[in-house]
C-alpha cells in the first residue's frame, strides 16, 4: 500500500487494486493504533474511525487536494502507483 501523504503522525496511503471492499474512490489514513478509510473527495467515514483533531486534519487535507487524490485514484485502479502529493502545512 504506497503512502501518499504523511503530516502530524498521520499516513494517508491509497491501495493499488482495491475495488472490491469499498467499489468507490478512497484513502486509507493511519494515525497511531487508529485506522480510517475516508472515501474521495467528499471525504466521508467508510469504516474506522480517528481522533477528531486528526479527522479535521485529514478533512482540511482532502479539501486542499481533491483533484490530486482522484488522479491517484484512477492510476491506482489500473494498476499503477499513485503520485506523492503535499502534506498539509
Known amino acids: 500500500m ?10 494517508v496511503a491509497m ?5 472490491e471492499k469499498h467499489h468507490s474512490p478512497h484513502i486509507h489514513v493511519r494515525y497511531n493504533e487508529f485506522n480510517i478509510v ?4 467528499e471525504g466521508n467515514v467508510l469504516d ?4 477528531a483533531r486528526q479527522m479535521k ?3 482540511a ?3 486542499l ?18 503520485f506523492k502529493i503535499d502534506p498539509l502545512r
Open 38 to 41: 475516508l472515501g474521495i473527495p
Open 65 to 82: 487536494h481533491r483533484e490530486d487524490l482522484m488522479a491517484d485514484w484512477i492510476l491506482a485502479s489500473s494498476g499503477q502507483t499513485p
Open 2 to 11: 504506497p503512502t501518499i501523504s504523511m503530516f502530524y503522525g498521520i499516513l
Open 15 to 19: 491501495y493499488v487494486l482495491d475495488i
Open 48 to 51: 474506522g474511525s480517528i481522533p
Open 61 to 63: 487535507w482532502i479539501e
Open 57 to 59: 486534519l485529514v478533512q
